[in-house]
DNA sequence: GCGGTGACACAAA
DNA sequence: ATTTGTGCCACCG
């Protein structure tokens, strides 16, 4: 079991369930995830989480999580947005040098992930 | 228990 | 459109 993994049944174990079912070549917002976790207002702390998982990343998609702006967090770890544009850019995300997507693209069914309270988005697509 | 931190979101100016 | 401030949450010391 790797090492970083949370407990199951915490709030970063629900991350990392949703996390870990993002399909390849589609991208969520921090606060998708938040809303998937059961707190909408949980993004910073799905930062955190993600954030908690570095090192640990093998088999965990962390760089198909943006924020809501369709951009890739840089937040000063120049190193790590560099990293998560490069592994987008290889499923096939366009990105442009500014960490810039098309959410309305490539953004994954959220439906089609795990799902631990409502989704809030009130869109029926 | 409290205050600080962080890969956020949103409203206001 | 950009910057600033406020709200929110989990985790750590």
């Given at each position: 079991?790797?090492?970083?993994?949370?407990?199951?049944?915490?709030?970063?174990?629900?991350?990392?369930?949703?996390?870990?079912?993002?399909?390849?070549?589609?991208?969520?917002?921090?606060?998708?995830?938040?809303?998937?976790?059961?707190?909408?207002?949980?993004?910073?702390?799905?930062?955190?989480?993600?954030?908690?998982?570095?090192?640990?990343?093998?088999?965990?998609?962390w760089?198909?999580?943006?924020?809501?702006?369709?951009?890739?967090?840089?937040?000063?770890?120049?190193?790590?947005a560099?990293?998560?544009?490069?592994?987008?850019?290889?499923?096939?995300?366009?990105?442009?040098?500014?960490?810039?997507?098309?959410?309305?693209?490539?953004?994954?069914?959220?439906?089609?992930?795990?799902?631990?309270?409502?989704?809030?988005?009130?869109?029926?697509?």
């Amino acid at each position: 079991m790797n090492r970083m993994e949370p407990a199951a049944g915490s709030f970063r174990g629900r991350v990392w369930e949703i996390v870990r079912a993002i399909p390849s070549g589609r991208v969520v917002s921090y606060g998708d995830v938040a809303m998937l976790s059961g707190d909408r207002k949980a993004a910073r702390a799905v930062g955190g989480a993600l954030r908690a998982f570095a090192g640990d990343h093998d088999g965990l998609p962390w760089h198909r999580v943006i924020n809501s702006q369709g951009t890739i967090s840089f937040r000063g770890d120049l190193q790590r947005a560099t990293l998560q544009r490069l592994l987008l850019l290889r499923e096939g995300v366009v990105v442009s040098e500014q960490g810039g997507l098309e959410m309305a693209r490539f953004r994954a069914n959220l439906r089609a992930l795990p799902c631990y309270g409502a989704l809030d988005d009130g869109s029926d697509f």
